[in-house]
């Protein structure tokens, strides 16, 4: 399940840097200082048993609040290109927020 994790995410990022280069954005470069928290905390638990369950409930509510900016978007975007990406995007973010909180993604 990571490769697959891994190849949707990889997918989904360039489509949203495509799109932004074509609109003239610019994106966001790094990690927040919640993000750089939460994974220095997961890279304390790499190789133990604890891991998984840490990965996946560091994953839900990124997952969960993902899929609310899309719906956003895709109610009330303006731009058909992102409105277009948010579509595209929106059955990937909700099955990784399904398998997340079911625990069937393997980190």
């Given amino acids: 399940m990571s490769a697959d994790f891994i190849r949707d995410h990889r997918a989904l990022d360039a489509g949203v840097v495509k799109a932004a280069a074509r609109l003239g954005v610019a994106l966001p470069f790094g990690q927040t200082g919640a993000q750089l928290r939460q994974t220095a905390a997961l890279k304390s638990l790499a190789g133990t048993p604890a891991y998984d369950a840490a990965w996946l ?51």
Avoid: E, F, W
């Avoid at 109610?75 to 399904?98: D, E, I, M, N, Y």
């Fill in 57 to 107: 409930k560091a994953q839900y509510p990124a997952h969960v609040q993902t899929l609310a900016l899309v719906d956003k978007v895709i109610a009330s975007g303006t731009s058909p290109l992102v409105k277009s990406l948010a579509k595209s995007a929106r059955p990937v973010v909700a099955r990784h927020t399904q398998m997340v909180n079911h625990g069937v993604c393997q980190a």
